[in-house]
């Protein structure tokens, strides 16, 4: 199961985590695995390429990990940005709960 977090502080976001793998098929056959990656990757590299915040990424292939977290306050960018990984993920899970949990945490 992947399971995705996304942490907030004082009502703005300071990063996500994504780790695990879906198990919905074999690797390079799961569409649930795809469609998820394809999400956060994409957010990351709209964050990199259309805002100037900075944050820290890790990854871990191998662990199926993807950690952002922001440097310092996102601007509304990468807000919105967040906003919209979160509404694709919820729609992945709403289909898939048994591949997929997205819970938001305050930190």
Same mark, same amino acid.
């Given at each position: 199961?992947?399971?995705?977090?996304?942490?907030?502080?004082? !009502?703005?976001?300071? !990063?996500?985590?994504?780790?695990?793998?879906? !198990?919905? #098929?074999?690797a390079g056959e799961?569409?649930?695995? #795809?469609?998820? $990656? #394809?999400?956060?990757?994409?957010?990351?590299? $709209?964050?990199?390429? @259309?805002?100037?915040?900075?944050?820290?990424?890790?990854?871990?292939?191998?662990a199926g990990l993807?950690?952002?977290? @922001?440097?310092?306050?996102?601007? $509304?960018?990468?807000?919105?940005?967040?906003? $919209?990984? #979160?509404? !694709?993920?919820?729609?992945?899970?709403?289909?898939?709960?048994?591949?997929i949990t997205l819970?938001?945490?305050?930190?």
């Open positions: 199961m992947t399971k995705v977090t996304i942490f907030k502080q004082q !009502g703005l976001y300071k !990063g996500f985590e994504v780790s695990g793998h879906s !198990g919905y #098929a074999d799961d569409i649930v695995c #795809a469609a998820i $990656s #394809a999400l956060t990757i994409n957010c990351i590299n $709209s964050i990199e390429t @259309f805002t100037n915040d900075e944050f820290l990424l890790d990854t871990d292939e191998e993807i950690r952002l977290i @922001f440097s310092y306050k996102p601007g $509304s960018k990468s807000e919105l940005l967040i906003d $919209s990984l #979160a509404l !694709g993920l919820r729609e992945i899970e709403n289909e898939n709960k048994e591949y819970d938001f945490k305050e930190v």
